[in-house]
């Protein structure tokens, strides 16, 4: 998780929605300063620990969720694909995290004494009775054989999206209407849905869920849903464009601000289900940022086609400002540290990049280029047929033969999705590999990234973020020639000739990572169409463009 | 229910059955009843499926009375939003022709259906294919229509009827990508043994892989510029026989975005593109796209254009895909076998069709009248109102609305018409 904070014991993780205020409160709660706030918390804890002894008549429900919690957590895993966890460590960590969640809410009645019921009792005891509702609710559902997991599953599934936003909002309970789709993705995660069946059911689902969304979105879902739109800067390209298009189309309705109601009504749909059919990039977010900052500012008395007109043309700054010539400019910086003799490594393919090497080419400059591919997107393939077409010398080589290729390497480029506040850097799965080695080497690591893909949030480890792709793609060995010790599900097992397994899913569960996290002691400098920075200069950066926008 | 995205549906109803003209005589073939319903009306439900809520159908201007009181929704369930368009009888029109008159009312695709397509098939897959590849022209495929209608006993003909060679067509997929139509020939097209492939086909499809089993279903999902080029050409008149092959044939072309400022002269490199400007189908694709199209292109690490320059010559701007239907039914009532074939498998389909809870649908409706000792074979089905004698049988198939049928007769694979009478 990202930058939750090690609070004490699993069950007060600020993740965790219920949780969360139910912890926070005792301590935020000011009045009486620290002793009433410490009584509290122990309270809590006093709490927690008789309830766990009034667990044994614990509803069979209850222990049901909690049972089904760690399947759900690992299947949400796959069905989120936001910010979700490892699933190995979230498990244990979920399963801690639900126990208390539920014992404390348990209490049937006052818990300790009853003299003086403070708020956080209060609402543990609301908590409870509204435990006991659902668990009865849940009950009554299991028995009609449906998805009594739903209410389950969502505080397990609101807790991993919450994961990045530790303030813990108000009512859970009104997740079932707000939050449909979580809850309808996971309505089938009990069930223990491998990765294949969620990746099938999204392809169904991906139409279904798009009512009422512009056409050019939904162009837009499916050209990322099948990766035909890939790479930081030509996806956020082609959502501001369409954005752009739909913004176009929109007429602020009666009694309504556009500033309030463009953002409600247009926006956040289309940006819902961009992220469902594949999680927003960093650069797409920033972008969505920037955006809904200018929608805000727009004045309530301007009239429909000014605003929409202003709109419009922040998208195309922002466009021009930070993308394409911010892309120029970082290729500038870089050139100058491309002398005649070099030896280029290159890691799949990146558009900046390839503008670097480009213009570094077209200036004159002599040297040559080694591809690095990495599997199972190839997408070297296209980095190399780029540079074929430049006319630049180039070799590919596949990763595992990475070092071989560091023997000749003078230099190493690598090109970014984004910038964490730390100085680390997300990136295709593999460049973290490429750094490590070349730093080891003592082959300076350039990374290029424009300023505006720099996040302040921090990622810890690579697999914190579950962004990936179709597992079934990391085997390909032909159509028919499957071995079947990679089945990884029924479908599988059935069409492949000769499988004994009869239909099982038998097979190791694969995981296709997208994206890594560099560190940033393994690059060297960081190009960036501000000049040439440490990596540690991130922080820096980026309060200096909170300032630039709080200036104007 | 779902999202057809402002395509609008067109339903192609003026044809005049020319491959079974001894049905077509008083009623038009759209309306020739398959099951329980005109024929037309399947179309209109699968569309309805999809989410359409508003339909063109196009019709000839005589008939188009007939369409529209066939059509009310008190004797025919349709919830969609109908609206009829007459071609005028005298001119020998084709589908084309048929386009160019709704061509204002396209917004962004065109989604043509025939009036003899039975399937079950879900026209969304098909809009998908359509919206993942950007594709200009996409159109659905079959092998399943051959399949259904293979051994069939046409009725009034003596032999059995070989399978029309004329139908068929040679379709190109893509090797790495199946659903990247080509090669597109039909064979009445193809003047000798010999088909040749110019080597610029070659360069960009190296692996491709032809085929004549597969159907085209007759449904199309085309771009509005490609319904602009047809209204500006006048020539074209079929959309299966003429335009979907160009379109296919187009996607070799490439466009030059900067050529179109200049005065081009006969040296320009292809020999048909400019003179006067005239334009070819791939300066109207250039003309839609947004001017950022080819920057995210350009960008995009999957796309062939990666790295490209800003006005270097892009060569995928016409795109042609393939939507198959390999399983449920599909069939295209267009011959007489087909005809019968799809109207004795109706009562076995009613319940992919039409949802339980749309019209109680019996095989038998209530108020037929059936004397003692008649059978009525489960996979039967008879219209409203049909009075049967005793010691009938009635096997696999389908008798229309006011039947009598008298006493001891024996009906077996058989399509009975409206208001027939079979006397002992």
Redesign the interface.
Known sequence: MSASPAGGGGGKQTGSKGKGKHAKSPRMSSGGGAPSTVKKDESNSVAAKESSLNNQPATSANSQQNLQHPACAASCEGAQGGSNTDPSKDQSKQAKAKKPKAEPVKKPEGGEGGEQKSKAQLKAERRALQEAQRAAKEAKKKEAGGGGNETAAPPAVKKETTAEKPKAKAQPTSQPAKKVKPKEMIKDAPKGETEEEMWARK?KE???K????D?NI??LG??Y???????A???C??ML?ELR?VIGKYKTPPEKELCRDLEKSLLAPCITYINYCRPLSTSMGNAIKYLKYHINRIPSDMDDRTAIGQLQDVIDTF?QENI?KASEAVALYANSKIVDGDVILVY????LI?QVL?TAHVKGKKFRVIVVEGRPRT?GK??L??LV??GIPCSYIYIGSATHAMGEATKVFLGAAAMFSIGDMHSRTGNSMIAALAQAYNIPVLACCETYKFTDKVQLHLADSNLHARGRDLIDPGPHNRPSVLLTSPEDAKSSEGSGSGGTASGPNLLNLMYDVTKSRHITMLVTELGMLPCTSVPVVLRRQEDLVAEV | ???P??STAVIMAAGMGSRMTDLNTECPKALLPVGRYPMIYYPIRTLEKSGFAEIIIITRQSCQAQFASALTPGMVPVKAKLEFLGISDQEDAGTADSLRLIADKVK?NALVVSCDLITDGDL?DL??VH????SSLTVMLSQLPTAITADTVVPGFKAKQKNNLGEKISIGFEYSNVEHVVYWKAQVDMEDELVAFSKKFLNRFPCARIQSSWTDCHVYLIRDFIIKYLKDKGELSSLQGELVPLVVKKQMSTFHPAKLQEEAGMDSPNGDLKLDKKKDLVDYAGETC?K??H?????????PN???NEDAAQKDLIRCYAYRQTSGFCVRTNTIAAYAEASKQMPRLTSQFFLPKQTAFQNVPENTIIKPKSQVGADSMLGENVEIGEKVSIKKSVLGKFCRVGDGVKITNSVIMDDVSISQ
């Open positions: 392809e991906i139409l279904a798009s009512l009422k969304i056409n939904l162009n499916f050209q849903f099948y990766h035909r739109v890939v790479g800067n030509a996806r390209i082609a464009a298009e466009i394409l799949a393919a990146s558009s390839c480009k997408e296209s980095m047929r780029f077409r430049c | 229910m779902t999202n995205g402002d962004t969304l809009m998908s919206r993942k590849n950007d947004n950022l199209s920057t995210i292109k350009s960008l995009s690490l999957t796309s990666f790295g490209s």
